[in-house]
């Protein structure tokens, strides 16, 4: 894409524009940690829960939930109507287009219910109640509502295996691992000891059936219907142990969009309850499982360290040394091969002179022979050309992730007049129309995949408020893009959000006369920092709501 030449804008022009103030009360979460049990209840301590807890205010804490918007109920505060109310009461405290994290450690349950004629799993309470899905979805309605996104996790099981011996407290390394499950009444042990007796939702289900959008809510649960989760003592739940460590940096973006998101999260969660149960005779790992939106960004990231940053140019600069050091063998290689084929030939020709002055000396010979010929030459051998460095990859990867965090709610209607540019001929034109009042932003990763342009708003013009069905078209006439090149694919991200953005969040790169626009390198610390910018406005002011749509556009001779 061509940018307005003639234009010198200066950094300030966007650094100047106003910071909002922090609003706290915009995340909140609730903490439940049930580690001693009622009498009644038959079940056992489980005394790495106090753990769990800490964790669980540490994983809020890094969602970006400050320490007073953190409600913790424990053991005999944890009945089953405590629960409940505690869970409606944070629908109350839940900002419009906030995020809520709601987490619980303890025993799950089976049950069996007549009313379904079936086994019924729940969450055990210390007065030796169960919590079920639907109960526990019916108290989030208005959490859901409120809230642009919903983490619910749970560390609990409601499997005691087939066979009795798979529920028994297990030793590992010398340390006494407790299963994450009691029956609710003795006589469900029988009935409710096989999968296929389960009668019950999920959670994500049975909100969904409430009316949430799977894209706005997220169960992550600590082992699948039939496995076992344990319990370590001094450590807590090996899933939270697990989910804790991942989100707090040990989790890899694999997909090098410059964010972890969930689904990279539960696999690194994973890996390290593989490691801790590796060699355990008789145990099978039970697995984290994350349902909903799988592509959700929990934790802003932070943009690399110089000296992360600098070990990467390194290990790049080494890769590309082995590359031409590769390419300089390979060419040596091939000035070998053809010298020692021009010595072969000078000694074939040397050879068929020597015979010749042979033959002239015996004519009797010479006129009994044909003249020697001299055999062809072999073919040269061809000499690939030096492999040309591998350009930089566009990180689509971090359109998609920004895009896959939006709120259905919101609904944009995009439409480009042209498709397809010619370069130097066509300019970009679209319309934009939105269900809600909000401000757009529009991103662009150009065909030439080195940068990601933020196009709008820009110095040129910074209005980008948006009204309820107004239609907008864009670029206005003073700020004209045109097809440039080089001939591609260029990947147009349009959002509405419902909150203006911070543009001081983007580590942006100084523009040029000929390029007006604030731009991010298509690097890992440039993907992350455009991230959160239109992603996380935490310490924003309103909702952290928009909605977002993709777009590509064929830029052609």
Known sequence: MKKPAGVLLALTLFSAWPVHAQTPGLRSALVIG???????????????????????????????????????????????????????????????????????????????????????EGLLTHDGQAITNAELAQATQKVSANADKVITMIDACHSGGIASNKTATRSIGGIEFKPKFTFKASSAADACSKPSNLKTRSLLGESTRLGALQENVVQITSSRPDEVSFDEPGKGGLATQGIRDCLLGKAADTDGSGAV????????????????????????????????????????????????????????????????????????????????????????????????????????????????????????????????????????????????????????????????????????????KSSHDGYIYMVLLGSDRKSFYVLYPNGLDKDNKIKAGQTRKLPRPDWQLEAAGPPGTDHLLVMVSSS?????????????????????????????????????????????RFGAKLLTLKEVL
């Open 500 to 544: 203006p953005r911070q543009v001081d969040r983007l580590a942006m790169a100084e523009p040029s006369a000929t390029n007006p626009f604030t731009f991010a390198l298509n690097e890992i610390g440039g993907r992350a920092a455009l991230i959160n910018f239109l992603v996380h406005n935490k310490d924003g002011e309103g909702s952290e």
């Open 34 to 120: 049930l580690s001693q049990y009622g009498a009644n209840t038959g079940a056992a301590t489980l005394e790495g829960v106090p753990h769990d807890v800490d964790s669980a205010k540490r994983i809020a804490m890094a969602m970006g939930i400050p320490a007073n918007q953190i409600r913790v109920v424990r053991d005999q505060d944890a009945t089953k109507e405590n629960i409940l109310q505690e869970i409606r009461q944070l629908g109350d405290r839940t900002k419009e287009g906030g995020r809520s994290f709601i987490y619980f450690s303890g025993h799950g349950t089976r049950y069996w219910d007549p009313s379904v004629n079936g086994c019924v």
């Open 261 to 432: 998101s969930l689904a990279e999260v539960e696999q690194c969660a994973q890996a390290s309850i593989d490691q801790k149960l590796k060699g355990v005779k008789d145990l099978t790992p039970h697995h984290v499982s994350v349902s909903g939106n799988r592509n959700l960004i929990p934790v802003a990231q932070q943009r690399p360290s110089a000296q992360a940053q600098a070990q990467a140019q390194a290990q790049a600069q080494a890769q590309a040394q082995a590359q031409a050091q590769a390419q300089a063998q390979a060419q040596a290689q091939a000035q070998a091969q053809a010298q020692a084929q021009a010595q072969a030939q000078a000694q074939a020709q040397a050879q068929a002179q020597a015979q010749a002055q042979a033959q002239a000396q015996a004519q009797a010979q010479a006129q009994a022979q044909a003249q020697a010929q001299v055999p062809p030459s072999p073919a040269p051998l061809a000499v690939a050309p030096p492999v040309a460095a591998e350009p930089m990859l566009a990180s689509l990867a971090t359109l998609n992730d920004i895009a896959q965090q939006r709120d259905p709610r919101i609904v944009l209607d995009v439409k480009l007049s042209k498709p397809v540019l010619k370069i130097g001929k066509d300019a970009l034109d679209l319309s934009i």
